[in-house]
């Protein structure tokens, strides 16, 4: 089967934004100047994390493997919507190419919804346990195993999805009405037998964005239950100005992500479709190292002290 469809399917054809020709010129510029600032924000949060010693903390570790993945995240996608957008008419893509792409977007995607568990259940230990926090909760080896789960969940599930949807029969020169080889445009596509896929597709939904984030919720409750049983107002500043860049992060991941995958088709449309996606691997990846930086004052502070050097 996979060999027909690969001589059935030789390439597909992205739609792009080639329907919105006298917007492509502006929102290569923007896209240009947003991908820039996420690549170095984030490489200055990986740098900053590696290098201060202040920052040594499985918070920070936390943080610096998620800049990682959003470093990545964008590559995977920008630079191939950036070369698209200098074409008025839509362009091919090739069969591995595409796949490639769903590939490691969602081994991406996966990571950072695991790792955004991860540091909550850390802020979760920092706060309500501290007494096990360091020496047994949250040791070197614990934080190693929890990014190590993330990335492996990530390339478990991409396997089995690409897998899956790959080897179902396409038509000839389909047209992908996105601008990236995306799960459920890709999908869409195939002439027959996806329902496996689609049954895999949802359950990967619940797993990876319910779950997490119920996870993330339940973490927070005790936090807060913790932060209204101390006795200090200044206590309680310091403690909520910890957790609230993770919690806006949070938002704006599980939020775009939810609407994306789990509102019903029928309320879709393909504009809506690019518009949401573009903000999850364009925007999104840019906003987490300022809301970080900016909302942080141990990152600042380790900022300062090495533009000062």
């Known amino acids: 089967m996979a060999e027909e469809n690969q001589t059935a399917t030789a390439e597909f054809l992205l739609l792009g934004f080639s329907d919105l020709r006298t917007l492509q010129g502006p929102l290569f510029w923007l896209v240009l100047l947003v991908y820039l600032i996420t690549l170095l924000g984030n490489s200055l949060i990986i740098f900053l994390t590696q290098a201060s010693p202040a920052l040594h903390s499985p918070m920070y570790f936390f943080l610096r493997h998620l800049s990682l993945v959003e470093l990545l995240y964008t590559t995977d996608i920008v630079p191939r919507t950036l070369a698209d957008l200098t074409s008025s008419h839509p362009q091919t893509i090739s069969f591995w190419s595409c796949a490639a792409q769903m590939y490691f977007f969602i081994v991406l995607g996966i990571s950072e919804c695991c790792l955004l568990t991860a540091m ?5 230990a920092a706060i309500c346990q501290p007494l ?9 080896q614990a934080c190693a195993a929890m990014v190590g789960t993330s990335w492996f969940m990530g390339i478990i599930t991409a396997t089995t999805h690409s897998s899956l949807i790959f080897t179902l029969p396409f038509p000839r020169r389909p047209i992908i009405p996105h601008f ?3 799960i459920l445009p890709v999908l869409r596509l195939a002439s027959s037998g996806k329902r496996r896929s689609e049954i895999s597709v949802m359950t990967a939904t619940v797993v ?13 409750a005790r936090i ?12 309680r500043r310091k403690v909520f100005s910890t957790c609230s860049s993770h919690l806006l992060v949070v938002s704006l991941f599980f939020g775009t992500a939810s609407i994306t995958y789990i509102r019903p088709r029928a309320g879709s449309s393909v504009t809506t479709d690019r518009i949401l996606s573009l903000f999850y691997t364009v925007v999104t990846p840019m906003l987490n190292p300022i809301i970080y930086t900016l909302r942080n004052k141990e990152v600042t502070g380790a900022l300062k002290h090495m533009m000062r050097r």
């Open 120 to 124: 909550a259940y850390d802020r979760y």
């Open 132 to 140: 096990h926090y360091p020496s047994t909760l949250m040791n070197q």
């Open 180 to 182: 990236l080889c995306d």
């Open 208 to 220: 990876f964005i319910m779950i997490p984030f119920s996870l993330i919720v339940t973490s927070y």
């Open 224 to 235: 807060l239950g913790a932060i209204l049983a101390m006795a200090s107002t200044q206590s």
